[in-house]
């Protein structure tokens, strides 16, 4: 006898098209040190500032924060000589990214991303019921006209990681400033610059000027790279007044705890602290290229504070079986299959121990009898 199953509730149309985020790993085997190079986080820590800040606020957890980060916004201006005003900040860019999509994006709607632009974007965008665009790259780059040939009457949005993760590739902003002068006026132009103070380049922008001026360009940026506050989840949005009205009126009303608020004070304000770790990504980025190029691997020529790495295919040789390989060893990097990159591995720049142990290691696999099978 069949019976017919109980109703029960059944989530908003497209919510179970989403592949739900799946974050760096940090597990190895029991007794082997821990080196977690697999979600861009800083080798060096956060400023000592940001830590004494974050212990202070320890002392007054039962009373709300202010819910519109006046004063973390107030460092951010100081900062980069703009608006607190047009500021956001969130949990996380992620929340930000997210609420720009709740903001504009609905049904029927359409949004751009690169082929191998960060995985948020798509989840940000089907969640908010919109339908997301792939635009294909060039050399594991964005394309600016593969972008711009798929904007349609439907698009709202598009999304670029400039550096892109995981690519760790960028557009000069010659050609931002092309995107953005090919979109329509209607069209939000999302700059997420997590990882701008990294790049060096002199033909590299975070797009701060562009929002500036725009009324339809916003950057985000976030403490969680160099600021070395990734656990405490805050971020923000530079973007135009209304912008920031739209977002101000649907983002959680106390979405930036307390803790987070004065560490990331601190932290904007220890330069030094911000100019040492992009010394040390300087030196061990390109230490790191030179260093698996010289194995035979090939290396995205990176901006950011991480390599993409490509593995030959079979022979034992693989992505896969370098991941395995290096986790035995303590090395957590990231697979990235999920970015629809199989033959490719992401490494975060690390401390020095780190980086040579990577480095080694991987010397040892690429040099090693092929696996059996
Ligand atoms: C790490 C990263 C972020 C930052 O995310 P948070 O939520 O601020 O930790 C944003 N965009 C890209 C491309 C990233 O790699």
Redesign the pocket.
């Known amino acids: 006898m069949s019976t017919a199953p109980a109703p029960r509730p059944v989530p908003r149309a497209g919510v179970l098209a989403i592949e739900a985020y799946v974050p760096g790993k940090s597990a190895v085997p029991p007794g082997v040190k821990l080196h977690k190079l697999s ?2 986080e800083n080798p060096l820590g956060p400023s000592p500032k940001a830590m004494a800040a974050f212990a202070a606020a320890a002392q007054k957890l039962e009373i709300y924060p202010d819910g519109a980060a006046t004063r973390l916004r107030e460092a951010i201006g100081r900062r980069y000589g703009i608006d607190p005003a047009r500021i956001v900040c969130g ?5 930000l ?1 997210s609420l720009l999509a709740y903001g504009y994006i609905g049904p029927g709607d359409e949004a751009i991303h690169s082929a191998h632009g ?1 995985l ?1 974007y798509d989840i940000a965008i089907r969640a908010a019921g919109g339908t997301p665009v792939v635009a294909p790259e060039r050399d594991l780059t964005a394309d600016v006209d593969a972008i711009l040939q798929r904007v349609t009457e439907r698009t709202r949005m598009v999304f670029l ?1 400039n550096p ?2 995981p690519t760790g590739t960028y557009l000069p902003f010659s050609e931002v400033k092309r995107l953005h002068a090919g979109l329509r006026p209607d069209i939000v132009l999302v700059l ?1 610059a ?2 701008a103070e990294y790049v060096r380049n002199n033909d590299y922008s975070s797009g701060l000027e562009l929002a500036a001026t725009a009324d339809n360009v916003v950057m ?1 940026r ?4 160099i600021h070395g506050l ?1 656990a405490l ?3 923000w949005a530079y973007a135009p007044a209304p912008v920031c009205d739209a977002m101000n009126r649907i983002r959680g009303a106390f979405n930036v705890n307390l803790p987070a608020i004065e560490a990331g004070i601190a932290a904007m304000e220890d330069r030094a602290h911000e100019d040492a770790a992009v010394v040390h990504n300087a030196h061990w980025a390109a230490w790191l290229t030179d260093a698996l190029r010289g194995i035979g691997l090939d290396v995205v020529p990176s901006v950011g504070n991480f390599l993409l790495v490509g593995f030959p295919r079979g022979g034992g040789r693989d992505a896969a079986a370098a991941d395995r390989y290096l986790a035995e060893r303590g090395l957590v990097v990231r697979a990235v299959s999920s970015y629809g990159l199989p033959d490719h591995l992401r490494v975060t720049v690390g401390t020095e121990e780190a980086n040579r142990l990577v480095a080694e290691t991987l010397r040892s696999f690429m040099a090693a009898a092929p696996a059996h099978g």
């Open positions: 979600s861009n949990c996380g860019s992620d929340d990214l960060f948020i990681a892109n993760n997420d997590a990882y985000t976030t403490f969680s790279k990734a989840r805050v971020g």
